[in-house]
């Protein structure tokens, strides 16, 4: 059975702001949970909820989050995030990385769940190149320190850095497709769709992961909020990042709306 941990943090600095984004740096003031690439916390802010947050970065003393506004605690930590929080730790199934060379895809904030599976992958002598897009520069989070020293190519919407275009697209301009290598993709669910029917089309689902949303609440297991829809499997059990050829019914679901 899954054991959690409850543990409080500090706010040290405000590392950056983007357009309804903030990216923060927290320290442990006591223990700090053990967290393995593709695993996610519950971030508690004092005064309303604890919500899912995949951390950008966390070891033994420091804590980085990167946070869209999208609801209100959201957007309370993106424009005033509290001193004092919470960390109810750890959710989700470690993630694996495969091979000796992986892409992630990464649009927007889904980066954050990239980022850690990523670091570890390239500081173990994979070759990692990580797709990193949004709709312009001004919202692309200065990111490259929690990468490990994986390559980094941009795309935006707008052409203000990188490939214009999305992430998919700058993955074709390098002259790869999704499922030619490992690859996992984080971010809006047009691009999950994308990327999922490419991999199909090519015959490659096993070689693609993606890394589902869903309503969290309890965080344990229990309440079957998080269930990720015609799957029978629960995001903070069996995700977030789920292989693709478990997910064909999903994308029956979500992505032919």
Not at 1 to 11: G, I, K
Request: contains cysteine; charged residues 20%.
């Amino acid at each position: 059975m899954q054991r959690y941990s409850y543990h409080s943090v500090e706010l040290v600095r405000i590392l950056w702001r983007g357009p309804r984004q903030v990216m923060l740096e927290y320290r442990y003031l006591d223990s700090a949970p053990s967290l393995s690439p593709g695993q996610f916390i519950l971030f508690w802010v004092p005064g309303s909820e604890a919500i899912p947050l995949t951390p950008l970065y966390s070891d033994a003393s420091r804590l980085v989050l990167l946070v869209v506004e999208r609801g209100p605690t959201t957007a309370r930590l993106v424009s005033s995030p509290p001193r004092h929080a919470g960390v109810i730790a750890v959710l989700g199934r470690r993630f694996t990385y495969r091979g000796d060379e992986m892409v992630f895809l990464a649009g927007g904030v889904g980066v954050a769940a990239v980022a850690m599976a990523a670091r570890e992958a390239a500081q173990s002598g994979v070759r990692v190149t990580v797709f990193y897009g949004a709709r312009s520069a001004g919202e692309l989070a200065p990111v490259e320190e929690f990468l490990g020293g994986a390559r980094v190519i941009y795309a935006t919407d707008d052409g203000s850095r990188g490939l214009r275009g999305t992430v998919l697209d700058a993955l074709h301009a390098s002259g790869l497709r999704v499922g030619d290598v490992y690859t996992v993709v984080a971010g809006p669910k047009p691009l999950l769709c994308r990327a999922y029917s490419e991999a199909a089309e090519a015959g490659q689902l096993e070689r693609l992961a993606l890394s589902i949303e869903t309503m969290v609440r309890c965080g344990l297991g229990f309440c079957g909020s998080c269930t990720i829809p015609c799957t029978g499997m629960l995001l903070c059990r069996d995700g977030p990042v789920v292989p693709a050829v478990r997910l064909g019914c999903w994308v029956v679901r979500e992505c032919q709306n």
